[in-house]
């Protein structure tokens, strides 16, 4: 990726992440900003490339880039039971009437959501150091924290790209992973959403990687 590349990427065989010059800028970090929107905005980026090196395809690979099983069986077999689940949460999004996510092939992307904007939001909240969150325009810090998060995923889009994208892309529509929230405690209590709320997931349905 040249340096005017706005993107991110996991290297598993060089145990190494790499974040050209064009995505450390606003919106998507700005040093004059609020603690909270950058840790929501380039902070998720960030946990989300880390956490590719634990997402289906990661975890296969160890700290030198060999290609070998070095999970324990008992984390493994949490590991295959909550990926199963959020394959089968990403299954029931339907961008059309006649087509829908598919769980498995966004997978590892959809593992990386869940685990970066966890990893981001404890990162903020470790940030704080016990002290209150200063407010802006009337929104607390988790509310600045998951509007920053949401706001990396506006997108407009015309049907047939994101038909083609739906049928080939490992990276779910941009729409989905924004809703990557629904997995997180902190949102619902941020926002206040409750039972009947339409993103509502019981706490039972929600993924929990780590």
């Known amino acids: 990726m040249t340096p005017q590349t706005v993107n991110a990427v996991n290297l598993p065989l060089q145990n190494a992440l790499n974040f050209p010059a064009a995505i450390l ?25 880390i956490s590719h090196t634990f ?8 700290s ?10 008992a984390d493994l077999a949490h590991f295959q039971a909550a990926t199963q689940k959020l394959a ?3 299954d029931t999004y339907k961008p059309f009437p006649d087509l829908s996510v ?15 904007v966890g990893a981001a939001y404890d990162g903020y909240q470790a940030s704080l150091a016990d002290k209150p969150a200063p407010t802006l325009d009337g929104f607390s810090g988790d509310q600045q924290f ?4 949401g706001q990396n995923w506006g997108q407009k889009v015309r049907e047939a790209a994101l038909r083609q994208q739906v049928l080939t892309d490992p990276h779910a529509p941009a729409k ?7 997995n997180i405690d902190a949102w619902y209590a941020a926002f206040g959403v ?13 993924v929990r990687l780590w």
């Open 25 to 49: 800028q606003p919106p998507l970090f700005d040093p004059l900003a609020p603690a909270a929107s950058n840790y929501g905005a380039i902070g998720s980026i960030i946990g989300h490339e």
């Open 55 to 62: 997402d289906s395809e990661g975890s296969t690979f160890d």
């Open 64 to 73: 030198k880039g060999r290609v070998r099983n070095w999970w324990t069986p």
């Open 88 to 90: 089968a949460q990403y």
């Open 102 to 116: 598919n769980g498995k092939q966004t997978l590892a992307e959809n593992i990386a959501d869940v685990g970066g």
């Open 146 to 149: 998951f509007i920053a998060f």
């Open 176 to 182: 989905y992973r924004a809703v990557t929230v629904r």
């Open 194 to 206: 409750q039972p009947g709320d339409k993103l509502y997931l019981p706490p039972s349905d929600r």
